[in-house]
T-cell receptor, first 111, second 115 residues
Framework: GENVEQHPSTLSVQEGDSAVIKCTYS??????FPWYKQELGKGPQLIID?????GEKKDQRIAVTLNKTAKHFSLHITETQPEDSAVYFC??????????FGRGTSLIVHP | DVKVTQSSRYLVKRTGEKVFLECVQD?????MFWYRQDPGLGLRLIYF???????EKGDIPEGYSVSREKKERFSLILESASTNQTSMYLC??????????????FGNGTRLTVT
């Protein structure tokens, strides 16, 4: 089955810095890679996703890159703000199959 | 906006009690999921369902069962609660086999404490 590794487990940055979270996956058939943000007291919510026919996708301060050859994908957050503090999960999914999640990254943005 | 609602935010139960966690979705999703979230272990899949009255075991089904009598409702049952089932439980809904590449929609979780 699919295996997703996510690093780092904790990331601490100063407000305004960039943050990068990296994930690797094992199943070359995976073709959908969503990222979820979980704020305190809430469930994970989708913030951005990328499909295997695309190498990069941006949405304001958030971007995701995908390297299919190396089987890794990354979340980039620029100009971090305190409200970006949360737990972030990556996932790999093959079509409509069940997603496999990484173990999560706790991002702390210091004002 | 899509919505997945978990009936309880916090529950405290005693060891040996039968516990029901309820989840309702308003998105007409075929798929529904129950996850358990523990620090350092991420999201672990307990059970999922592709359709009414259908259920499939996930990665950690031991000690749990589920019920899906209606499309919009998916219940997680702890037959005899134990202290090692103290955790955050997350319900999610997702599109079915006809909808490729779609994300899950999560509820806000139920934090269960078993004493």
């Amino acid at each position: 089955g699919e295996n997703v590794e996510q690093h780092p487990s904790t990331l601490s940055v100063q407000e305004g810095d960039s943050a990068v979270i990296k994930c690797t996956y094992s199943d070359s058939a995976s073709n959908y890679f969503p990222w979820y943000k979980q704020e305190l007291g809430k469930g994970p919510q989708l913030i951005i996703d990328i499909r295997s026919n695309v190498g990069e996708k941006k949405d304001q301060r958030i971007a995701v890159t995908l390297n299919k050859t190396a089987k890794h994908f990354s979340l980039h957050i620029t100009e971090t703000q305190p409200e970006d503090s949360a737990v972030y999960f990556c996932a790999a999914q093959r079509g409509s199959y069940i997603p496999t999640f990484g173990r999560g990254t706790s991002l702390i943005v210091h004002p | 906006d899509v919505k997945v609602t978990q009936s309880s935010r916090y529950l405290v139960k005693r060891t040996g009690e039968k516990v029901f966690l309820e989840c309702v979705q308003d998105m007409d999703h075929e798929n529904m999921f129950w996850y358990r979230q523990d620090p350092g272990l991420g999201l672990r899949l307990i059970y999922f369902s592709y359709d009414v009255k259908m259920k499939e075991k996930g990665d950690i089904p031991e000690g749990y069962s589920v019920s899906r009598e209606k499309k919009e409702r998916f219940s997680l049952i702890l037959e005899s609660a134990s202290t090692n089932q103290t955790s955050m439980y997350l319900c999610a809904g997702g599109s079915g086999a006809g909808s490729y590449n779609s994300p899950l929609h999560f509820g806000n979780g139920t934090r269960l404490t078993v004493t």
